[in-house]
Protein backbone atom coordinates (compact mmCIF):
# COMPACT_ATOMS: atom_id res chain seq x y z
CA UNK A 1 0.00 0.00 0.00
CA UNK A 2 1.43 3.30 -0.87
CA UNK A 3 1.73 5.83 2.27
CA UNK A 4 0.10 9.63 1.09
CA UNK A 5 2.65 12.30 1.50
CA UNK A 6 1.28 14.66 4.81
CA UNK A 7 0.93 18.43 3.75
CA UNK A 8 0.81 19.50 7.25
CA UNK A 9 5.15 20.19 7.63
CA UNK A 10 4.88 22.61 4.24
CA UNK A 11 1.98 24.54 5.29
CA UNK A 12 3.40 25.03 9.19
CA UNK A 13 6.53 26.19 7.86
CA UNK A 14 4.57 28.66 5.43
CA UNK A 15 2.46 30.11 7.98
CA UNK A 16 6.10 29.86 10.42
CA UNK A 17 7.56 31.94 7.86
CA UNK A 18 5.00 33.90 7.24
CA UNK A 19 4.76 35.20 10.92
CA UNK A 20 8.34 35.65 10.95
CA UNK A 21 8.33 37.55 7.95
CA UNK A 22 5.67 39.77 9.91
CA UNK A 23 8.21 40.25 13.25
CA UNK A 24 10.88 41.01 11.16
CA UNK A 25 9.45 43.86 8.82
CA UNK A 26 8.10 45.21 12.33
CA UNK A 27 11.58 44.78 13.77
CA UNK A 28 13.44 46.65 10.65
CA UNK A 29 10.13 49.57 11.11
CA UNK A 30 8.65 48.80 7.76
CA UNK A 31 11.63 49.13 5.69
CA UNK A 32 13.37 47.08 3.65
CA UNK A 33 16.83 45.18 5.33
CA UNK A 34 19.16 45.18 1.84
CA UNK A 35 17.67 48.92 0.46
CA UNK A 36 15.71 50.79 3.12
CA UNK A 37 13.14 51.56 1.01
CA UNK A 38 9.56 51.81 3.23
CA UNK A 39 7.80 48.56 2.37
CA UNK A 40 4.48 46.66 3.12
CA UNK A 41 3.56 43.18 4.34
CA UNK A 42 2.19 42.36 1.23
CA UNK A 43 5.12 43.86 -1.12
CA UNK A 44 7.60 41.92 1.10
CA UNK A 45 9.23 38.47 1.17
CA UNK A 46 10.92 36.52 3.57
CA UNK A 47 14.95 36.00 3.40
CA UNK A 48 17.30 33.79 4.75
CA UNK A 49 20.42 36.01 5.93
CA UNK A 50 21.92 32.59 6.01
CA UNK A 51 20.70 30.29 2.81
CA UNK A 52 19.04 26.74 3.72
CA UNK A 53 21.14 25.56 1.46
CA UNK A 54 24.37 26.82 3.51
CA UNK A 55 22.69 25.42 6.67
CA UNK A 56 20.44 27.65 7.31
CA UNK A 57 17.12 27.96 9.32
CA UNK A 58 13.75 29.21 9.13
CA UNK A 59 13.77 30.67 12.57
CA UNK A 60 13.99 34.41 14.39
CA UNK A 61 17.44 35.97 13.76
CA UNK A 62 17.96 34.05 10.34
CA UNK A 63 14.84 35.75 8.57
CA UNK A 64 15.03 39.67 7.44
CA UNK A 65 11.84 41.25 5.09
CA UNK A 66 13.45 42.60 1.97
CA UNK A 67 11.80 43.93 -0.97
CA UNK A 68 11.08 41.17 -4.15
CA UNK A 69 13.11 43.32 -6.17
CA UNK A 70 16.38 43.24 -4.12
CA UNK A 71 15.66 39.61 -2.50
CA UNK A 72 14.79 38.50 -5.97
CA UNK A 73 18.34 39.73 -6.96
CA UNK A 74 17.12 42.24 -9.37
CA UNK A 75 18.15 45.84 -7.24
Not at 9 to 17: G, K
Not at 56 to 63: A, D, E, L, Q, S
Request: aromatic share 2%.
Amino acid sequence: MKRKRKKRPVLREALVLKALKRQALHEQGGKCHWCGEPLAVEDATADHLVPRYAGGTTRHGNIVAACKRVAGGVG
